[in-house]
């Protein structure tokens, strides 16, 4: 178990619906990363929080955006979903392990869209 | 755009045979090397990683080794076990060290 929770586990909605996916970081962790695992694209990664703040941006549609709350949660937030956003949607914090930081990556949600 | 290429896709290796896997990247402004396993609906799990002031470290039946003029490292298990089949990735950080590269990663299935 690292410590990071993500809800829901599972989530299945229609083309064109909003969700948000929840995270919970690692105790004392102040980063949050947010990936997209899909079968042909592999692990990208999306978007990053530092304390609140964005930190870098990578592969993440317009569709989509994030936010991190002050206790420290992030949700995503995906928009007019389409038929491609089907994948596994991960969250993970970053905590120092040996001088290096580390990331801790939580169970992820499976997102389907129909 | 930086990439990480992993190789084989996917590998079959009898029990108490060693696996090997393989990584390229390219340029890279942070010296640091994760690999991560992934078992079936759970997310990826930090195995081992190097920072390449050596060219080799080992934890238990695991070893990275790498070859900073090549661009290449590489994830060795020794004494596979059945226990270990999953899916593995290799990482690196990007250019500006806020995220990590995906190499598109290798499933292993050891047979017993």
């Known amino acids: 178990d690292s410590g990071v929770t993500q809800t829901p586990k599972h989530l299945i909605t229609a083309t064109g619906q909003r969700v948000t996916l929840r995270c919970s970081p690692r105790s004392g962790d102040l980063s949050v990363y947010w990936y997209q695992q899909s079968l042909d694209q592999g692990l990208q990664f999306l978007i990053q929080?530092?304390?609140?703040?964005?930190?870098a941006k990578g592969n993440i549609l317009e569709r989509f955006s994030a936010q991190q709350f002050p206790d420290l949660h992030s949700e995503l937030n995906l928009s007019s979903l389409e038929l491609g956003d089907s994948a596994l949607y991960f969250c993970?914090?970053?905590?120092?392990?040996?001088?290096?930081?580390?990331?801790?990556f939580g169970p992820g949600t499976r997102l389907l869209v129909l | 755009q930086q990439q990480v290429k992993q190789s084989p896709q996917s590998l079959i290796v009898q029990k108490g045979g060693i696996s090997i896997i393989n990584c390229a990247y390219e340029?890279?402004?942070?010296?640091?090397f994760p690999w991560y396993q992934q078992f079936p609906g759970k997310g990826p799990a930090l195995l081992i990683a190097i920072r390449p002031d050596v060219s080799e470290k080992k934890e238990g039946r695991f070893t990275i080794s790498f070859n900073k003029s090549a661009k290449q490292f590489s994830l060795h298990i020794m004494d596979s076990q059945p226990g270990d089949s999953a899916t593995y990735f290799c990482a690196t950080l990007n250019q500006a060290g806020t995220a990590l590269i995906f190499g598109k990663g290798t499933t292993l299935s050891v047979s017993s």
């Open positions: 993970a914090s970053a905590g120092l392990a040996a001088g290096q930081e580390t990331q801790y």
């Open positions: 929080y530092y304390n609140g703040e964005e930190r």
């Open positions: 340029n890279t402004a942070f010296d640091y």
